[in-house]
């Protein structure tokens, strides 16, 4: 292509896309999630952010490749994931992600989705879902419960509210983690409890939860739940 069809081509590029699904051993994880589209090309690409751009991830092409990396690197030939094909855009690729982990590992469900096929991923977002468990020393066990869904996504992602809506206790993705927190800190990088996964559905995830206190504690058996697990 060239000319008005390359334009055309790059024009069709999604608002927002999102790399979604598991890696082997959950590697690199917290770099997927929902990227937003910048206006600047990158080496003739579109290229993009991930949705809370403080986290200085984005996704470009250089090489023979799609990367996502760090912002510092943009627009180089590396990065921690990477799609080795040449399409302009990404989610049109049939071609398998590989995560790095001092080589380059397969990463065969890893998914890049766009229009439809994102908004279809969204939907499945359960209408409530659960964290549940133990946490050490029962550490705010007070904001954990039944959370429903909230009809507006909040970075691109769904968010919930506890049932109990006074308690002003929300879940929602910001950064690269999902966090249980205040209702004033809606969509801010910050919490009381954490999961860092940039998958789309908490409940999804095969992550360790954490609890704040003073620093981050893993809670092993803090779960996430939904569907007919929950049922």
């Given at each position: 292509?060239?000319?008005d069809?390359?334009a055309?081509?790059?024009a069709?590029?999604?608002?927002?896309?999102?790399?979604?699904?598991?890696?082997?051993?959950?590697?690199?994880?917290?770099?997927?999630?929902?990227?937003r589209k910048r206006?600047?090309?990158?080496n003739?690409?579109?290229?993009?952010?991930?949705?809370?751009?403080?986290?200085?991830?984005?996704?470009?092409?250089?090489?023979?490749?799609?990367?996502v990396?760090?912002?510092?690197?943009?627009?180089?030939?590396?990065?921690?994931?990477?799609?080795?094909?040449?399409?302009?855009r990404?989610?049109?690729?049939?071609?398998?992600?590989k995560?790095w982990?001092?080589?380059?590992?397969?990463?065969p469900e890893?998914r890049?989705?766009a229009?439809?096929?994102?908004?279809?991923?969204?939907?499945?977002?359960?209408?409530?879902?659960a964290?549940?468990?133990?946490t050490?020393?029962?550490?705010?066990?007070?904001?954990?419960?039944v959370?429903?869904?909230?009809a507006?996504?909040?970075?691109?992602?769904?968010?919930?509210?506890?049932?109990?809506?006074?308690?002003?206790?929300?879940?929602?993705?910001?950064?690269?983690?999902?966090?249980?927190?205040?209702?004033?800190?809606?969509?801010q990088?910050?919490?009381?409890?954490?999961?860092?996964?940039?998958c789309?559905r908490?409940?999804?995830?095969?992550?360790?939860?954490k609890?704040?206190?003073?620093?981050?504690?893993?809670?092993p058996?803090?779960?996430?739940?939904?569907?007919?697990?929950?049922?």
């Amino acid at each position: 292509l060239a000319g008005d069809a390359l334009a055309a081509e790059i024009a069709k590029a999604a608002p927002q896309i999102a790399l979604v699904g598991p890696t082997p051993q959950n590697m690199l994880i917290d770099k997927l999630g929902v990227f937003r589209k910048r206006a600047a090309l990158v080496n003739g690409f579109p290229s993009y952010t991930l949705a809370v751009s403080l986290t200085g991830v984005m996704l470009w092409h250089a090489g023979q490749c799609w990367h996502v990396g760090a912002a510092a690197n943009l627009g180089q030939d590396r990065g921690w994931v990477s799609l080795r094909d040449g399409c302009v855009r990404p989610e049109s690729s049939t071609v398998t992600w590989k995560v790095w982990d001092a080589a380059w590992v397969v990463a065969p469900e890893l998914r890049c989705l766009a229009g439809d096929a994102l908004a279809a991923e969204i939907a499945k977002a359960a209408p409530q879902i659960a964290l549940v468990g133990p946490t050490p020393q029962n550490m705010l066990i007070d904001k954990l419960g039944v959370f429903r869904k909230r009809a507006a996504l909040v970075n691109g992602f769904p968010s919930y509210t506890l049932a109990v809506s006074l308690t002003g206790v929300m879940l929602w993705h910001a950064g690269q983690c999902w966090h249980v927190g205040a209702a004033a800190n809606l969509g801010q990088d910050r919490g009381w409890v954490s999961l860092r996964d940039g998958c789309v559905r908490p409940e999804s995830s095969t992550v360790t939860w954490k609890v704040w206190d003073a620093a981050w504690v893993v809670a092993p058996e803090l779960r996430c739940l939904a569907g007919d697990a929950l049922a």
